[in-house]
């Protein structure tokens, strides 16, 4: 299955849902990504023995232990231009999410929707009503795919909405320059901030020594850089008294213009809930291709 499907048939529906698609997942890359760090609320106190490295590593390990999340997100993408999004997702017992974001160099039209849930995802804004008929959302089955492909990012146009975005953070952790910076206070919560600049090959051999799971997921998530022509990133990391991130920002230069986003982190292993937009105001893109074909 393919999501990308812009070009395929001359539907002026699957035409726009493409192009919603694309932006949608973009700015999501950052969050992209759709792949860290938790929310605490005790004082930004770190081991004096603690080195910056080591303190990057212990708050990137503990990325795989969150069940759910809410994060706010800003910045800009090379394509997108600058883009704003709130959103919040389940990791267990199942995938589910929902991404609320803007592309502000967009105009009208730059804002939209995303919800993953019961394996289907729905992309949707004002912006498609005028394209589907007067519904407000396009549905994408993807009942075929299990939820490891799913929280893997292995659904086609799917894998920067569905995967936990604090998990990008522990990129950081490849770093060879890693440094503190100093203390804030971010979202009210006192951190340490860390900075260092890595290399997608350096991030790679870092991963030797982790689990093969662990390996896979975090590799996975570097193609999504490599498809934008970065190779270096300069990431800034804020982690909290209980050595979890609170608050990251990744800085690089791509092939279509400048990746710079930085990604807060709300709240975690909180119940979330999504539900499936009404069925009324939906376009199936399954039955819309049946119709065509027919």
Same mark, same amino acid.
């Given at each position: 299955?393919?999501?990308?499907?812009?070009?395929?048939?001359?539907?002026?529906?699957?035409?726009?849902?493409?192009?919603?698609?694309?932006?949608?997942?973009?700015?999501?890359?950052?969050?992209?990504? *759709?792949?860290?760090?938790?929310?605490?609320?005790? +004082?930004?106190?770190?081991?004096?023995?603690?080195? %910056?490295?080591?303190?990057?590593?212990?708050?990137?390990?503990?990325?795989?232990?969150?069940?759910?999340?809410?994060?706010?997100?800003?910045?800009?993408?090379?394509?997108?231009?600058?883009?704003?999004?709130?959103?919040?997702?389940?990791?267990?017992?199942?995938?589910?999410?929902?991404?609320?974001?803007?592309?502000?160099?967009?105009?009208?039209?730059?804002?939209?929707?995303?919800?993953? !849930?019961? $394996?289907?995802?729905?992309?949707?804004?004002?912006?498609?009503?005028?394209?589907?008929?007067?519904?407000?959302?396009?549905?994408?089955?993807?009942?075929?795919?299990?939820? &490891?492909?799913?929280? @893997?990012?292995?659904? %086609?146009?799917? @894998?920067?909405?569905?995967?936990?975005?604090?998990?990008?953070?522990?990129?950081?952790?490849?770093?060879?320059?890693? +440094?503190?910076?100093?203390?804030?206070?971010?979202?009210?919560?006192?951190?340490?901030?860390? $900075?260092?600049?890595?290399? *997608?090959?350096?991030?790679? =051999?870092?991963?030797?020594?982790?689990?093969?799971?662990?390996?896979?997921?975090?590799?996975?998530?570097?193609?999504?850089?490599?498809?934008?022509?970065?190779?270096?990133?300069?990431?800034?990391?804020? !982690?909290?008294?209980?050595?979890?991130? +609170?608050?990251?920002?990744?800085?690089?230069?791509?092939? =279509?213009? +400048?990746? &710079?986003?930085?990604?807060?982190?709300?709240?975690?292993?909180? %119940?979330?809930? !999504? #539900?499936?937009? %009404?069925?009324?105001?939906?376009? &199936?893109?399954? #039955?819309?291709?049946?119709?065509?074909?027919?």
């Amino acid at each position: 299955m393919n999501l990308s499907v812009r070009g395929s048939v001359r539907h002026p529906a699957i035409r726009h849902s493409g192009s919603v698609r694309h932006g949608a997942t973009g700015a999501a890359l950052a969050a992209l990504v *759709l792949g860290g760090g938790a929310v605490g609320c005790s +004082k930004g106190e770190e081991s004096p023995d603690m080195t %910056p490295a080591a303190a990057v590593a212990k708050a990137a390990k503990k990325t795989e232990d969150i069940t759910s999340l809410s994060y706010r997100m800003s910045g800009r993408t090379p394509e997108e231009g600058r883009i704003t999004a709130e959103a919040q997702m389940r990791m267990k017992p199942d995938i589910a999410m929902s991404m609320k974001m803007k592309a502000l160099d967009q105009g009208a039209d730059g804002s939209a929707e995303i919800r993953l !849930v019961d $394996k289907a995802m729905y992309i949707g804004g004002a912006a498609a009503a005028k394209e589907l008929d007067g519904k407000r959302w396009m549905k994408f089955d993807m009942s075929t795919l299990g939820d &490891d492909a799913l929280g @893997g990012g292995a659904a %086609p146009g799917a @894998g920067a909405v569905d995967k936990n975005p604090a998990q990008e953070s522990a990129l950081l952790a490849g770093s060879k320059d890693v +440094k503190k910076v100093g203390t804030e206070k971010v979202e009210g919560v006192e951190t340490t901030r860390y $900075k260092g600049t890595v290399t *997608l090959d350096e991030f790679r =051999k870092s991963l030797k020594g982790e689990k093969k799971a662990t390996r896979e997921k975090r590799e996975k998530g570097l193609e999504q850089y490599e498809k934008m022509g970065l190779d270096t990133l300069t990431m800034d990391m804020w !982690v909290d008294g209980e050595d979890h991130t +609170k608050q990251f920002r990744m800085r690089g230069d791509a092939d =279509k213009g +400048k990746l &710079d986003m930085t990604i807060t982190f709300l709240d975690v292993n909180k %119940p979330v809930t !999504v #539900e499936a937009p %009404p069925a009324k105001d939906v376009m &199936d893109l399954a #039955e819309m291709m049946g119709d065509l074909d027919s």
